[in-house]
């Protein structure tokens, strides 16, 4: 086993003995009720979803920290914007959290409150981290619209300008962009999923210690619905940014030619290939994958829901 291979999982345990140590620091002092509580299987599985949560976000972290490191200098002259979604996103997380105060849950585990506030914290700063992440992406697109840079300099025909802006270092930024929105996008999906399961999870356990606490089942459907929404405000614009870049470079370089012009053939083949490097085909499968993770919050609130007690 390479030390490439030792890294991650160090740091995936390491993050797993924190959520085991948020859990069961104050152990020594638990009650019989507790110590009842804790003793039972639904309690083990609520456990280990938040320690694989915790080592999702040990693992997560990293992926972020390096988008945002790659990342950090477009958000020269968007500042205003990064920081306005940074509150709205903060802002929709608390008011979640105190929607989920005021149901007046029972917590048979001590101090229950405090961990859930540590806990979320972890998860809320690697989430947005990947938001913020997703809207550095969006701001760089800006400045790699065809024009945005050279398009006023002059003496510069309309064809030295397309070919300034798609030289071959944007064209690998861009890809790189590419990379590092499907990289949050994941990383986000496992976090906000994460969250719902191990939410589904504490429901399960609670009901079977106390069959008459009141938890109901479309509380945990709500999160998951909100969380999914949240996803989807977040990740679709800078997506739908990525492929109008991506569109507008292969219009300003390789025009629509009528079907009745001479070269339309080579035409056509070279816009097809440099859409198939860019990854513009929006196909089936790519559709399915967003799709899939924008919905995981909501897939994990369902399968919490329809696995637990009712």
Known sequence: MTSKNISPFLLGF????????????????????????ASRPEFLVWGFFVCAQAAAWALGSVSVSRSLRDLWEARRGHRVEIVGGAIAFTVLVVVLLLISSLQGNTYPLPHHQ????????????????????MWLIYAELDGLLPGATNARLPGRSADDRA?????AVQ?????????HLRRLLAVQGVI???????????????????PSARFPQESVLVYGAFLSGLMFLVYVPTYARLL????????????????TSTGWRER?????????????????ASSLRAGVVILTPLAAAITGTLLGAS
């Open 268 to 284: 056509y083949e070279q816009r097809t290939t440099f859409e198939e490097l860019l990854g513009l085909h929006i196909d089936t």
């Open 192 to 210: 906000l999923g994460g969250g719902i399961l191990a939410t589904g999870a504490l429901r399960n356990a609670i009901l079977a210690n106390h």
């Open 114 to 133: 405090a961990k859930a506030i540590v806990l979320t914290s972890i998860a809320y700063c690697v989430a947005l981290g990947s938001a913020v992440g």
């Open 14 to 37: 390491s993050g797993a003995c924190v959520g085991a140590l948020v859990l069961f620091a104050d152990l020594p002092w638990w009650n019989a009720s507790a110590r009842r509580f």
């Open 244 to 259: 109008n870049v991506g569109r507008c470079w292969r219009d300003s370089v390789f025009p629509v030619l009528a079907p």
């Open 171 to 179: 064209i690998d930024r861009f890809l790189r962009l590419r990379e």
């Open 163 to 167: 070919h300034d802006d798609m030289s």
